[in-house]
């Protein structure tokens, strides 16, 4: 299997500050020698260009679609990764974008649901399902679901929504910080949520077999969506919007390997991305070397 790695250093969607280092941070953490070890023939594209930023003030900038800033960048950047994802797709090999912010998951998703029923599993400690319309910071790494699902102002545009993804095929694992009308609005969808709570009381392993059954149910492969704030920060402190109480690294493992085991049986992954690690926040790159360690569990390295 050959795992086409891709960078996207955006840092549109979450304030420009650092988080645009991620890949570089990644792999300086040997992530294309995880890969081989655990089986699989990682090629390296480099990384997308960024647009370059902007002199306006982004907070006078509100694009015509609402309050979301820096949509126009945003928008340029996600076209190409998701022609990138695509490309790499029918050329038969896997897509492993490396964030950059969140809001890269915008290109993933529409990217690797251009040809497929795709399924999708969120390890967040966030929901990313804001609006324009209801995000409190304006952030769209706050808003990649609702991007590529189509919902909100994002409904209008022409590189959304995700062509073959279905609100019926996502699940969230390890949810813990929600905003008030996002509450509502995960509630009013058919999003399947797994928060924090579900995985203290029936396990890691319970959860994502469950969030599996989701993602596998009547599609053809299954999106793996890493925020690095999914885990507790005091393990990856090297994040822009820690939240206490999230996974352990046993947990992020065990995780990511039920994914793999799955997939060795069934070949179910189709694509993935690996968000939100920053650098500049970090302690000595150890949420960089988490995410590549994460990541090299996912295809299968094991202890054994
Ligand atoms: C918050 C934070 N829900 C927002 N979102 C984050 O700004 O919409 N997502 N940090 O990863
Ligand atoms: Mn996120
Ligand atoms: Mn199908
Ligand atoms: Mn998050």
Redesign the pocket.
Known sequence: RTVRIIGAPMDYG?NRRGVDMGPSAIRYADLADGLERAGVDPIDDGDLTMPRAEERDPDADQPRRGDAKFLREIEDVCKRVRDRVATTLADGEFPLVLGGD?SVAIGSLTGSARDADLGAIWF?????L?TPET???G?V???PLAAALGRGAFGETEWAPAPRLQESSIAYVGLR???DR?RELIRESEITAFTMADIDQRGISAVVDDALAVATDGTDGVHVSL?L?WLDPKTAPGV??PVRGGVTYREAHAALETLSRRDEAEGILRSMDVV?VNPILDEGNETATLAAELTASTFGKRIL
């Open positions: 979450a969140h967040d400690a966030h929901a990313d804001n995000s409190p910071s952030n790494h706050g808003m910080s929600i905003d996002e925020d704030d822009g919007t939100e």
